[in-house]
């Protein structure tokens, strides 16, 4: 930012700064590549993580659509009550 911005542009008041400051961080967070996404822009980064999230809800082994617990296996009794000491 220092670089690109701050020491290239000479801002009429501190409104324009404002401005001029916005755009380029709107610019910057949303259309340049980075390299800590491999090169991607962030918008085009957010679209394919997306996509990568959503697609295995379309699909019948989806976790979402198994049993939240798992059946009680044989030989357990789920219904026991404590036993009072004494």
Do not use: C, K
Not at 58 to 67: C, H, I, M
């Amino acid at each position: 930012m220092r670089d690109e911005l701050l020491n290239e542009t000479m801002f009429r008041n501190l409104a324009h700064a404002r401005v001029v400051i916005a755009v380029w961080a709107a610019d910057f967070n949303t259309e340049r590549p980075h390299s800590a996404l491999d090169y991607e822009t962030p918008a085009g980064y957010a679209r394919v993580v997306s996509s990568a999230i959503a697609g295995p809800a379309t699909r019948d082994d989806n976790p979402a659509r198994r049993a939240i617990t798992q059946p009680t296996l044989i030989g357990v009794n789920s219904n026991r009550t404590p036993v009072a000491a004494g």
